[in-house]
């Protein structure tokens, strides 16, 4: 039975680190995310383990265009929630960050304040590091944080595409963060997000402009929101000066109403569907590799892509049928 | 065989559609254009037929960080292009667009210099208008113009993420632009974008830092550039003032150079490649959809589902066991 043994070595090795992780080991922490975030042999097996033990925390979404002040806002909102005494990871998604090596500097400059904080864990992510995709690799690392005990998790994304929106559906509770003066800053916020915040944050309110960018999202919400889930829970506007700590009190406050309000049916309901989306991106991702692997050993796909090279068959056209003929047993 | 009827219909104004692309119809390549980037239920059809008809225009992808003056510089090129004589299909890709808006801008500032042109085609692309992805269905996009005739496809992107990435393998030649104090300007396009570039273009070139930022980029083409692509053809770094059109020339006949230089044997492999990519991923799509519609319709995911939420199960081995359990026949 030796040919057993080097499963059974991964096996302990990643039970080992899951039962550090959820006993609160630090070390143990940071690297269980940085296997998970580099699709590490171990990550799908780390992940299992680990996820038994989640559920616990809120997680929250901090979304919003560059330049509204987002970095600021969770620190401001960090240092709030430790003072209620609960634990908080960050997770800090930078898709841009291959260009601008932004998420290295923004760790530095949030690690001053919170440095020797056992309660605050941050971490940075790149999308160059998560080639099954940012979103997946998102949820698994916002897990582990869960397991190992955080009462809070934050993400904080840039808001400036699809994979952003992508990733603040992760969130129990997702704010979104303007500013006044950003050209016309409701308008900036409009598409995708409007829908799914469940808060809104002027930040720099002491600019000029931040009354009628507050009433500009209001009138927006009355004219726009009359979706189910507005029913229950109308988004509070809250105009915050992050960098001086106004208004982060009123945040973590509608934050944590947002969360009871919703709880047991809501949030439970929005969590489901939230794992279906997952277990269908998963199953969808695994047949997608399956299939192509298999066609790809037996020659088939080389054939398939010369016709499709000689224009003798479209590319959809030849998914089609490789669908067809590989699937007519399901 | 009255049942046949609508599918008929679909097919004959369909292929009407096609032909009148092919003849060089505007009116109708706006519509097809159109049809393709909502998905409407012609849109596949639309592609398949349009299909055959391609592999003439020379694809140039331009793309690199805000600010460094891609417009103005695919506007001047564009103008360098019309020259020769040759048409011109532009499409504008910009993801960030449901919070900027800043496409339709784009879109009216180029017009203005190319109106009444018949041989320019102008296109710009919101992420927010396709659901299916923004990479598939600009390629299905471009297709459309290469169709329809245009001897040159310019793809524009923002480059700050991994959908303008995966947006720029379209291309034949792609084009990486920067400016000089852009912070460290050849850091802002270091990783992803350098491996994947065939011409540098350091535009604003009149301003201060000019002449470091081309050395900069050398020396990184120098030291990091040995892969297999470079050997043929080492990416030429071109300093542009776009605005008053100095150097698009050269810009111009850099990319003639890299289409000749690259023809046959090279440019088939590359096109190939990103064939069999496009296949591989609609495939996937495909198959994800067919089993996540068939495990709905039978009530599968939703146990699956509830077992996962209950914490008795994880997503991705949920994924795995119905992925075992339905393609055990593949």
């Known amino acids: 039975m030796t040919a057993g043994k080097p499963p059974?070595?991964?096996?302990?090795?990643?039970?080992?680190?899951?039962?550090?992780?959820?006993?609160?080991?630090?070390?143990?922490?940071?690297?269980?995310?940085?296997?998970?975030?580099?699709?590490?042999?171990?990550?799908?097996?780390?992940?299992?383990?680990?996820?038994?033990?989640?559920?616990?925390a809120h997680i929250i979404g901090v979304t919003g265009p560059p330049g509204s002040g987002k970095s600021t806002l969770v620190d401001a909102l960090t240092a709030v929630i430790r003072k209620d005494g609960l634990s908080v990871g960050i997770v800090a998604v930078d898709p841009s960050s291959p260009f601008t090596g932004g998420a290295v500097l923004g760790d530095r400059v949030r690690m001053q304040r919170h440095a020797g904080d056992t309660g605050v864990f941050i971490r940075s992510m790149a999308a160059r590091h998560t080639p099954g995709g940012l979103a997946p690799t998102t949820r698994d690392v916002i897990r582990a944080l869960d397991a190992f005990g955080c009462d809070v998790?934050?993400?904080?994304?840039?808001?400036?595409?699809?994979?952003?929106?992508?990733?603040?559906?992760?969130?129990?509770?997702?704010?979104?963060?303007?500013?006044?003066?950003?050209?016309?800053?409701?308008?900036?916020?409009?598409?995708?997000?409007?829908?799914?915040?469940?808060?809104?944050?002027?930040?720099?309110?002491?600019?000029?402009?931040?009354?009628?960018?507050?009433?500009?999202?209001?009138?927006?919400?009355?004219?726009?929101?009359?979706?189910?889930?507005?029913?229950?829970?109308?988004?509070?506007?809250?105009?915050?000066?992050?960098?001086s700590g106004v208004g982060i009190d009123q945040l973590w406050d509608a934050c944590q109403r947002h969360r009871q309000v919703l709880d047991a049916d809501e949030l439970m309901g929005r969590a489901r569907d939230r794992l279906r989306d997952e277990v269908i991106e998963a199953v969808t991702r695994g047949v997608g590799a399956y299939v192509t692997e298999a066609l790809s050993r037996n020659g088939t796909m080389d054939s398939i892509v010369a016709a499709v090279a000689r224009r003798e068959l479209d590319p959809k056209t030849a998914a089609r049928q490789i669908i067809e003929k590989h699937l007519k047993t399901l």
Chains 1, 2 share one sequence.
């Open 8 to 56: 059974h070595g991964r096996e302990a090795r990643v039970s080992e680190l899951a039962r550090k992780v959820i006993a609160h080991d630090w070390r143990a922490l940071a690297k269980a995310i940085t296997k998970i975030e580099n699709e590490d042999t171990d990550a799908s097996a780390l992940a299992a383990s680990l996820y038994p033990h989640t559920g616990h």
């Open 153 to 243: 998790v934050i993400v904080e994304t840039v808001g400036v595409g699809q994979v952003e929106l992508e990733v603040m559906k992760v969130a129990d509770t997702i704010v979104v963060v303007t500013v006044p003066g950003l050209g016309d800053s409701v308008q900036t916020i409009k598409a995708g997000l409007l829908e799914i915040a469940d808060c809104f944050v002027v930040n720099m309110a002491d600019r000029p402009g931040s009354a009628l960018t507050v009433a500009d999202l209001r009138a927006m919400l009355t004219f726009g929101g009359a979706e189910e889930r507005r029913r229950r829970w109308v988004p509070p506007i809250i105009e915050t000066i992050a960098i």
